[in-house]
């Protein structure tokens, strides 16, 4: 069992950036390939961006790529989400999520194929 906690969010201008932080607590961190995924209202979640437990592999929605990055520190039990030029279209609740990978470089977009997820937290873009 691992919990995660998003922090991070909250109300910014078009062009600004925001930094979204998980920290989970549980099972080895390491042993977790991680995600970001968003939900808009009155829909399904949708993939944002994914690490391999090792860091090494990433993959990223084609609609964030080249404004987001995501990172992990294994040391500090925790993945990043750094959100730079925001957009309106980018307001929704975003969610870390945590799926138990074998394959070191392995990366999930799939939100059905992970064992664990945060809360949430609000981001709100304004033009």
């Known amino acids: 069992q691992v919990q995660l906690v998003e922090s991070g969010g909250g109300l910014v201008q078009a062009g600004g950036s925001l930094r979204l932080s998980c920290e989970a607590s549980?099972?080895?961190?390491?042993?977790?390939?991680m995600g970001w995924f968003r939900q808009f209202p009155g829909k399904e979640r949708e993939f944002v961006a994914a690490i391999s437990r090792s860091g090494g592999s990433t993959f990223y929605a084609d609609s964030v790529k080249g404004r987001f990055t995501i990172s992990r520190d294994n040391a500090k039990n925790a993945v990043y989400l750094q959100m730079n030029n925001l957009k309106p279209e980018d307001t929704a609740v975003y969610y870390c999520?945590?799926?138990?990978?074998?394959?070191?470089?392995?990366?999930?977009?799939?939100?059905?194929?992970?064992?664990?997820w945060g809360q949430g937290t609000q981001v709100t873009v304004s033009s």
């Open positions: 549980g099972r080895t961190f390491s042993s977790y390939a």
């Open positions: 999520a945590a799926r138990t990978s074998l394959n070191a470089a392995s990366v999930t977009t799939t939100p059905e194929r992970y064992d664990y």
